[in-house]
């Protein structure tokens, strides 16, 4: 029996909560897959763990993680430790460390999930984000100088090297061949006279080797509307750190919500394990309250299953979401429903357990 050894942050407010119930789905897919289980190992870091250690993760907290085929996280961040800490000490060292440089943001509008824009096709809401994800706008370099005195002068500097420009780029332009897509890059060259010249660049370049696959390129103001105004025009996309943060948050309010964006986090040469994350926070706002929207988490327990090759059990669990959604009775308040997060993961159980034995 093949084993995986897991490790969950739960994190910070409903992280844990919503946490649970991907694990519950991912024990159930184990078992009923019969050759294969997961191994949970729990770490109680994120900002708790802060107030009592005034450290976000245990010092060798990065080689413990070594170990791991996987790392499933909740949320991270709350009240009382500012974000810039609270979010670099954690996520952010891991994507880099990882060396996590891609991350995978589907936005595709399940049957059954409320889409506030009236005049578009449900179908032609279906996007691949790939976004960079180790450094551009979130290279963390920069500095602070004169703090406090007149003179006062703050830098963040985008780091866009060769390489990691490059390799997300081709890891988007395999992704888009593979699936037979068109390709969407997306920047900002007339503002950003450097980074994003040189981003489109690279993307000219690469696309040289891919005669196939068909390319399009927009300034990302225009994406931001466009995703909006004409969603069908993205399949495939491509874009840098800050841009795909953003422009993710644009695609789960047209696809379903914040309660239902997953992402990954993947290191492709497998050096390292990949971490799986919904794209939401830890919703201080409802924290405690067992009402937080556990399919985000429960879409990226899917992303992990096919990051470890079943990607028909993956399938299983998108599909399943589907059907919770078309039937519509079991959903938390965000999917205007009255179900708390733990009923909407038991009701998931049941619909891939009756999928399941009509498949046999
Ligand atoms: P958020 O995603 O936590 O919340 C935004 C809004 O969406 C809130 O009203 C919240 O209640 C709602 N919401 C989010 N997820 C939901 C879910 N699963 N079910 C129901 N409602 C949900 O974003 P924020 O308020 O900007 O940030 C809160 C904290 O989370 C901050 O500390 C921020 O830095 C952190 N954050 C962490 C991550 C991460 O860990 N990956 C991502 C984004 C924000
Ligand atoms: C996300 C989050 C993070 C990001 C924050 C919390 C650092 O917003 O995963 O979308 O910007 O990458
Ligand atoms: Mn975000």
Redesign the pocket.
């Known amino acids: 029996m093949k084993k995986y050894k897991i490790a969950v942050i739960a994190g910070d407010g409903i992280g844990p909560e919503v946490i649970d119930e991907g694990v519950k789905v991912l024990n159930k897919v184990a078992a009923l897959a019969g050759n294969f289980e997961f191994d949970f190992t729990y770490f109680p870091w994120g900002c708790e763990f802060y107030s009592e250690h005034g450290k976000m993760m245990a010092d060798d907290g990065m080689e413990l993680l070594k170990a791991f085929d996987a790392i499933y996280l909740g949320a991270?961040?709350f009240p009382g430790v500012p974000?810039h800490i609270s979010?670099w000490d954690l996520?952010?060292i891991i994507r880099k460390e990882f060396d996590q440089y891609v991350n995978i943001r589907p936005v595709k509008l399940l049957e059954g999930a409320h889409c506030p824009l009236s005049e578009v096709n449900r179908e032609d809401i279906d996007m691949l984000f790939i976004r960079e994800n180790t450094e551009g706008e979130?290279s963390g370099a920069g500095d602070w100088l004169f703090k406090g005195k007149e003179n006062e002068v703050v830098l963040q500097n985008g780091v866009f090297s060769r390489k990691g420009t490059e390799r997300i780029i081709r890891y988007a332009f395999e992704t888009a061949k593979k699936q037979g897509r068109s390709l969407t890059s997306i920047s900002k060259a007339n503002a950003l006279n450097y980074s994003m010249v040189f981003w489109d660049q690279v993307f000219e370049e690469v696309s040289k080797e891919y005669p196939e696959v068909e390319t399009s390129s927009y300034l990302v103001d225009a994406a931001a509307m466009l995703m909006i105004s004409d969603p069908k025009r993205f399949e495939v996309v491509v874009t840098s750190?800050l841009f795909g943060?953003i422009l993710?948050?644009v695609g789960a309010a047209i696809a379903g919500g914040i309660g239902l964006a997953a992402?990954a986090n993947i290191n492709p040469e497998r050096e390292f394990p990949s971490m799986f994350?919904p794209?939401h926070?830890s919703a201080p706002d409802i924290a405690g309250q067992g009402i937080g929207n556990p399919l985000a988490s429960i879409w990226s327990a899917s992303q992990m299953l096919d990051h470890f090759g079943y990607e028909q059990y993956g399938k299983m669990i998108i599909d399943a979401i589907e059907q919770l959604l078309i039937e519509g009775h079991t959903l938390t308040p965000d999917m205007r429903g009255s179900a708390s997060t733990s009923e909407v993961g038991d009701r998931l159980i049941d619909i891939i357990a009756t999928s399941q034995t009509l498949n046999v």
């Open positions: 991270v961040g974000d979010l996520l952010l979130y750190n943060d993710t948050d992402g994350e794209v926070g």
